[in-house]
Every structure is written in structure tokens, then in C-alpha cells.
């Protein structure tokens, strides 16, 4: 591409923009604008501004929608965005954005070093990349060029590399003086990366047209090669709406099953959102638990609204307007329960509410009246059993208990035996005044007689 005149690009290396960019070197262009490297007269600190050319600014539509989106990409907090920190025109009529500066090479340069990129490196950049294109499209914004240049590699301060997506907000439009080209005629965004529904009309596609783009980038990076190759636009056209993509044979089945669905001809069939392609890269990238956190990250994002940061449908279109956010999956299946029967359930509240309103006014109205007698038909036949009188049940009193008293017995006083030879008379105790005679044997064999006193002898 031939060099641009300060004319065309409408700067030049030290001018002073609105008094406190100045231009220190023009580093690219595109098919609508140039980005230059600029200093903050006051702050001292670097930024990247981008401009629209002089030679587009006959078309309006471009201008107000360079505006629109560029104000939408001020929206944009993703850490994998371009940061936009400042909006406006210069010389009146020149639209330009300011962006932070990064230090690094973009994606394509880096494939042209390497060819192919090791697995879980590639697998963290898209995902990556995948965060950032959630949000934009969150906010109705789709990006329609997402291509390898456009994904800028830096690095954080401990080392790790980071992506960052450009040209966020920058509308594809055709090149040149010559407005009298329909919407139709014109091609916005890269053939190469470019989804079957994108080359057959640029305005009617959502944000499945950038997994389509974002698919052929991840084919790119495992491979070294793209999944399409032509001469010509007209062919690749021909090759990416009837062509099967060129077989990958340096990645593993398991990822390959999902590069092929983002590369699906049917919209339908690939993946309907970014955190849905994001959950399929999980397993393959080098800290899953990151991952995992990433895409929990871009499904909450997605659940927003498909409108634009200004509550008005995006000229890039609504992004999520067809695809939808689906659960996140898991092993567990259970079967669907049968509806509740409430009605019984609401019958009987209903029918306590009722009696218990009927009781409160009922009470209500009677108000402090004392209450009417019983009907005297009632008493003849209500008979109430006899009141039966209990006797009280006499209680016994104790008796003290007297200790037994213990009386002695006299000693019985017996009288001296006299001992006879031959028989023996005695009075025997408790025989009364009866005689008791006895024969007691002598040491000679005579008797001898006992008898007691007051015995006749």
C-alpha cells in the first residue's frame, strides 16, 4: 500500500492535537483511519490515537458511526480491550480516539516468527479474547474484523502474556471517494476470516459471525496455516460457503471437534455465545481453575442486556439478539417433577379466611350486648346428670407406739430336799399341792424318800 500524505492522513509528526497531544511517529493504517503515537504535553505519558483519513470524511455514515462506537468502546472494561480514555474532533471535522499505548507485536507478526503456537498458549489467548469480545457483545457491539493483527500480545509486569483486542468501534466501510456503492456491494472485515453470513451482507450478522472469525484465528495458531485459501475474493467465497476447511493434523481429535464447530456453516450450529466456546477450551488450557473463573466471568457478562451502552440498538447490530446464554452443564440429571396440585391447599385457606371473617363481624355487631338466653325448648330437653355429693374420707390419726415393757419373773425359792433311803416325796413346781414320790436307788440298793416341806411325812 502506497505511503499516505499528511493531506490524507491529516497529521503529521509534530503536530499538537487540541493543544495537548503531540504526534510523534504514525505507526499504521487502515482501510478508513491511521493510529500515531502521541505524548501528553502536561502528563508526559505515551498514547495511541486513531484518526479517521480526510479522504473518507465525505461519507457520513462513517463519521457517525467512527463517533458511536468509539464512545461504546469507551464502555468496554475488559483488561483484553484497548483501553479508550478520550473521544473527539480535531480541526473540527476530523473525528479521533485516544487509546493506551501497548508495547508488544500483534498476533500475525507473532505467527510469522513462530507458525504455530504451543496448545495451551494458544487455548489461554483465545480465551482470553473470548472475554473481551463477551462484554462487547453484551453491549450490542460486534467486532467483524477480528483477525490476527488485530490481536495485540503484551506483557504483564510478572511476564505472563496478555491479549488485547483493536479496532474495537471501527466500522469497515469502502475505501475511496465513491459513495455510490450499496451497503451490498461493500466488504467489511478480512476474506480470509470472514463468515459465510459476513460475506453475504456485513450489516445482518451477531456475535456467531466473530466465533466464526475467532475459530479460523485458533486454526491459525495450531496449525500455521488457514483453514482457506484463495486468489481471489470471489473464490474464497466460493471455498468458505461450499468447501469443507483444509483437515488439522497437528491438534489433538478432542480440540479439533471444537475449532470445527466455530467453523460451521450454519450459524446455528456453532457455539451461540463466547462463554459457551470459552467452557469448550477449558480443559485445554494450562490453569483450568482460571479458565473455569473466566468463563463464569462472561456468562454473568452476557446476561445484560443485548442494547447498546445507550440503551439503542447498536448500528453493528444487537449481538446476542439470536443467541442465547445457556446454563452451565453438569453430570447430574434429574427428571422433571410433576406440577403441584395447589388448589386443594388454597380451597382450605380459603375457607378458614371466611369463617374467621364471619366470627369477627358477628362479634362486631354485638358489640358490649350482654348475651340472649337459652330457649326455654332447649332447657326442657337438655338434662344435665345428677350432682353426685362425695363424702369426705376420714383421715386416720396416728397412734403413738409405746416401747414393750419388759417384767421380770421371780425366781422360783425352792426348799432343801430331804433324802430318805428308799423313796423319795417331793412337791414337783407347777404340780399343784400333789405329792411326788419317786424311787431313787441307793449306793446299797436301798429306797430312800424325798419329800418336800409342807408334804405329810
Known sequence: MPPLSPSDVGVDVGHVIEGKYRVDAILGRGGMGVVVACTHLTLGERYALKLLRRDVLTDHDSVQRFIREARAAVKLKSEHVA???????????????????????DMGELL????????????????????????????????????PSNLFVTWRPDGAAMVKILDFGISKSPVGTDMKLTQTQSV???PAYMSPEQMRSAHMVDSRSDIWSLGCVLYEMLEGQRPFEADSFSEMCVKVAVDAPRPMEKTPPELVAVVMRCLHKQADLRFPTMADLGRALVQFAPNQA?????????????????????????????????????????????APKPPRRKWPWELGVFGFGAIAAALVVVLLSRGGEAPAPLPTSFLEYAKLPPVVQMKPVPVPVPVPVQPPVVVEAPAPVTEPVKIHHGRTTGHAPGLGSAAATSDVPTPQG??????HPGQNK
Open 112 to 147: 510469522e516468527e513462530r507458525h504455530t503456537l504451543a496448545i495451551p498458549w494458544a487455548t489461554d489467548m483465545t480465551l482470553q479474547a473470548c472475554e473481551a469480545l463477551a462484554e462487547a457483545h453484551s453491549l450490542g457491539i460486534v467486532h467483524r474484523d477480528i483477525k
Open 83 to 105: 483501553k479508550v480514555s478520550d473521544v473527539g474532533t480535531y480541526d473540527q471535522d476530523l473525528p479521533y480516539m485516544v487509546m493506551e499505548y501497548l508495547e508488544g507485536q
Open 446 to 451: 436301798d429306797a430312800f424318800t424325798v419329800q
Open 188 to 190: 467489511l472485515g478480512t
Open 290 to 334: 482460571h479458565a473455569h473463573n473466566l468463563v463464569e466471568r462472561m456468562t454473568r457478562t452476557l446476561r445484560r442486556s443485548a442494547l447498546g451502552w445507550d440503551g439503542e440498538a447498536s448500528l453493528s447490530l444487537p449481538a446476542v439478539s439470536r443467541a442465547r446464554v445457556q446454563p452451565e452443564v453438569t453430570d447430574k440429571i434429574e
